[in-house]
Each structure stands twice: as C-alpha cells, then as structure tokens.
C-alpha cells in the first residue's frame, strides 16, 4: 500500500527556516505529481505548493511565493520543502500528498491527490 510519511518540523522563530521531507512507498514515486498542503486551526486545507513528476514544473501558493521551494529526488522517492523566511501565519499542520493519476504536469486541487502523510505541525513563534 502507499505510505507518506513527513518528518522535519517543529517550533522556529519568525524568520527562521525549517525543511520538511516526505518518504514516499509502494507506488513508482516517479509517475506522479506530489503536493504539500497545510491545514491551520478552524481554517481549510490549503495548497501550498506543487511539483510535477519529473520535477521540472512547480507551483507555488501566493502567500508562500518567494519563501518556500520544493523539490523531488525521484532516485530516493522524496520530496522536499524548503520553508524560509517563516511567519506567524505559516504556522499550521503541513501534509504531503500523492497525485491521483499519472500526469505531466502538478495538480493543485485536494481532490486530485489520492494519498496523503500523516502530517507534522510546523509552529512559527517567538
């Protein structure tokens, strides 16, 4: 079965950096487009960012453009996201996703992912 398991946050101050990871199994990681998505108490899960299967299209949410970056390793079946210059708003539970289908290019709605991580909480404060 598909396995998404996320490791890397934590607490950092405003302004700092964290990098989040996600392992990715029992599916060939390199057919499919992945995403990070982020949840924030009482509030909906958002698409923070996008990266095609091949790695060579990303998309990036508005409010994290120019902060955050990610990336894929399809050799290792991770993907990455880099998250700098953090704010208070940031701070929210961060999931991993798997596209449903295999496509060329990354897919932004929820709906379109089928697997998902289990999350990890990245909290921005000082």
């Known amino acids: 079965q598909v396995q998404l398991v996320e490791s890397g946050g934590g607490l950092v101050q405003p302004g700092g950096s964290l990098r989040l990871s996600c392992a990715a199994s029992?599916?060939?990681?390199?057919?499919?487009?992945m995403g990070w998505f982020r949840q924030a108490p009482g509030k909906e899960r958002d698409i923070v960012a996008a990266?095609?299967?091949?790695?060579?299209?990303?998309y990036y949410a508005d409010s994290v453009k120019g902060r955050f970056t990610t990336s894929r390793d399809n050799a290792k079946n991770t993907v990455s996201l880099q998250m700098n210059n953090l704010k208070a708003e940031d701070t929210a539970i961060y999931y991993c996703?798997?596209?449903?289908?295999?496509?060329?290019?990354?897919?932004?709605?929820?709906?379109?992912?089928?697997?998902w991580g289990q999350g990890t909480q990245v909290t921005v404060s000082s």
């Open positions: 996703a798997m596209s449903r289908y295999s496509t060329a290019t990354y897919t932004i709605a929820p709906s379109q992912y089928a697997y």
């Open positions: 990266i095609s299967r091949s790695g060579g299209s990303t």
């Open positions: 029992g599916r060939t990681f390199s057919m499919y487009g």
